[in-house]
């Protein structure tokens, strides 16, 4: 008698960081596949041009998660943006119905090369989630028969980190602290990938970090700062070191407490202007405004992040 297989459940998985399980929930996972890169060549007279496999690429792990239990991930942050490369290891497990480890998905000397925090609103209800990119040099599969269960957290933290949680502050600059929209950003680190040996075999090199600028609106009435600021840098002459300054991005618990801070240097302004308007919409009148960022740091104490 043939035995019939049984598909597996897709929302069933587990992420591993150098052998430790994270903590946080993992919302999805995607990518991780290996895939050769086609190249053509034409032989003499014949019309006809011969494929074959050049050399193979490895796509990136794009993974989604909630900030609570993501010490390991943010530890890897953390030293990314201080330029403190390292590669690392991991696995995604994926289980069938009731939790089974059924496939294996390793990632070998990995490095995470984007990660994007979710656009701040203070009138969404909507919970926040981080999103990462994670490069490996190598993958391996492998379909499994056993082991221990998936444990799948879901901590209640997580529960405290919405997108309507956060304050935003420019130091100097008044009234900055009333901030209603920060719009996603993301944070770059840029890997050369090289082929060496007879077997092209991928290899990886850490370049650049790259910090994106934030844009972000204001109520009119709180945007007389950003505006003489706008002023001063750009119709003043005033030089662009006088006129950046230091600024933070706080996210907050239900209560108001701070779960986590990302700290801004080198803050410049690029423009300040009235948002969009429209006749007869009972709508607060708001100012948009694009800020370049120098670099940022992670607050050090991290106490949400690091459970």
């Known amino acids: 008698m043939v035995r019939e297989k049984r598909a597996y459940s897709g929302g069933h998985f587990e992420l591993s960081l150098d052998g430790h399980k ?53 530890r890897l942050m953390e030293k990314s943006w201080k330029k403190g490369f390292r590669g690392f290891n991991g696995q995604v497990t994926h289980g ?9 998905h390793q990632f070998l000397g990995a490095y995470l ?5 979710p656009t701040l609103d203070g009138s969404s209800k909507d919970p926040a989630y981080l999103k990462f990119k994670i490069q490996p040099q190598d993958v391996k599969t492998r379909t499994m028969s056993g082991g221990p269960k998936l444990q799948m957290p879901m901590s209640p933290k997580q529960k405290m980190w919405n997108a309507s949680s956060f304050r935003f502050a420019i130091d100097g600059i008044d009234d900055t602290h009333n901030t ?24 990886l090199q850490p370049s650049n970090v790259v910090f994106p ?40 618990a239900a209560d108001g407490k701070i779960l986590f801070a990302i700290h801004l240097y080198e803050v410049g ?10 006749a007869n919409q009972d709508q607060v009148k708001r100012a ?3 800020l370049h960022v120098g670099r940022m740091e992670l607050d050090p104490g991290m106490p949400f992040g690091m459970a």
Request: with cysteine; net charge negative; charged share 25%.
């Open 288 to 290: 948009k405004f694009e």
């Open 213 to 252: 600028s934030l844009s972000g609106t204001i109520a009119l009435a709180y945007a007389d700062g950003l505006f003489r600021w706008h002023e001063d840098t750009h119709q003043r002459g005033m030089t662009s070191r006088r006129s950046q300054r230091s600024g933070t991005v706080e996210f907050l």
């Open 269 to 278: 302004i690029t423009t300040v202007h009235v948002a969009p308007s429209t």
């Open 22 to 74: 994270t903590t946080a929930y993992i919302k999805s996972v995607d990518g991780g596949n290996k895939k050769f890169n086609i190249i053509e060549e034409g032989h003499g007279s014949d019309l006809n041009k011969q494929k074959h496999p050049a050399t193979l690429d490895i796509e990136p792990f794009t993974i989604e998660c909630g900030m609570s239990g993501t010490n390991d991930i943010l």
């Open 180 to 203: 209603n929209k920060l719009e996603s950003f993301t944070i770059k680190q840029g890997v050369k990938k090289h082929y060496n040996g007879e077997e092209r075999a991928l290899r």
């Open 113 to 117: 090369t984007e990660i994007t925090f």
């Open 96 to 104: 069938d119905f009731n939790l089974n480890p059924v496939f294996e």
